[in-house]
């Protein structure tokens, strides 16, 4: 089944631990990407890659850092969590082959409270 | 930036009526748009895309686009309850590769 999945999906921790929230997918696509989802500001692109080792800062990256040395896999890091960083996380992947338009897929999301 | 806004709602319609949610974006370039419905909790789940004016259709939804008018809007025929969710309007702008701009979302409430 072609799937984007996030680990964990739920998450409490406190400011300043150090956490990593892993998304991988199996549709062989070049481009991933990563949106926080709050009430009222809606989603917001963090960082992208457009392939291997090629990533990008979207429109909140302040706080966070990933990395893409494999092709499936963007994890997304909080070196030092705080609190407005509490939010639902969602990881999209999209392929570039010739004739696609951009559709992303969404993984199930990552719930992440920061106390 | 490059706008994209949705009105919020709630959009309140009966079961079996026509649901009309819409979107305008800022960027005159833009080529895809995207509808997506999102259940509260849950990730965006694509339903609908159109490239080209006009309309498309897919089972109960069609999408309607009209970029001169920068506007572009997702009709669900036979509504039923099962429909109240979220629905995301996302465009790629020109210029952004592959970037989807979303707007802030339509609440439907469909009632039975």
């Known amino acids: 089944e072609a799937q984007v999945t996030q680990n964990p999906r739920y998450l409490i921790t406190v400011t300043g631990k150090k956490l990593t929230v892993t998304c991988s997918q199996n549709?062989?696509?070049?481009?991933m990407s990563w949106y926080r989802q709050d009430p009222g500001l809606g989603l917001r692109q963090i960082y992208y890659?457009?392939?291997?080792?090629?990533?990008d800062k979207g429109d909140v990256p302040e706080g966070y850092k990933v990395s893409r040395k494999e092709k499936r896999n963007f994890p997304l890091i909080l070196e030092s969590p705080s609190p407005n960083q509490t939010s639902l996380y969602f990881c999209?992947?999209?392929?570039?082959?010739?004739?696609?338009?951009?559709?992303?897929?969404f993984g199930p999301g990552t719930r992440l409270t920061v106390t | 930036q490059k706008e994209v806004e949705q009105n919020s709602g709630p959009l309140s319609v009966p079961e079996g009526a026509i649901a009309s949610l819409n979107c305008t974006y800022s960027?005159?370039?833009?080529?895809?748009f995207f509808w997506y419905r999102q259940y509260s909790g849950k990730s965006p789940e694509l339903i609908m895309f159109?490239?080209?004016?006009g309309d498309k259709e897919d089972g109960r939804f069609t999408a309607q686009l009209n970029k001169a008018s920068q506007y572009v809007s997702l009709l669900i025929r036979d509504s039923q309850p099962s429909d109240s969710a979220t629905y995301l309007c996302?465009?790629?702008?020109?210029?952004?590769?592959?970037?989807?701009?979303f707007g802030k979302g339509t609440s439907l409430l469909v009632t039975p």
């Open positions: 996302a465009v790629n702008p020109s210029g952004s590769g592959y970037a989807l701009n």
């Open positions: 999209a992947s999209s392929s570039r082959r010739q004739g696609t338009r951009h559709e992303q897929y």
């Open positions: 549709m062989n696509h070049e481009y």
């Open positions: 960027d005159r370039g833009s080529q895809s």
């Open positions: 890659s457009m392939n291997v080792e090629v990533t």
């Open positions: 159109i490239y080209s004016n």
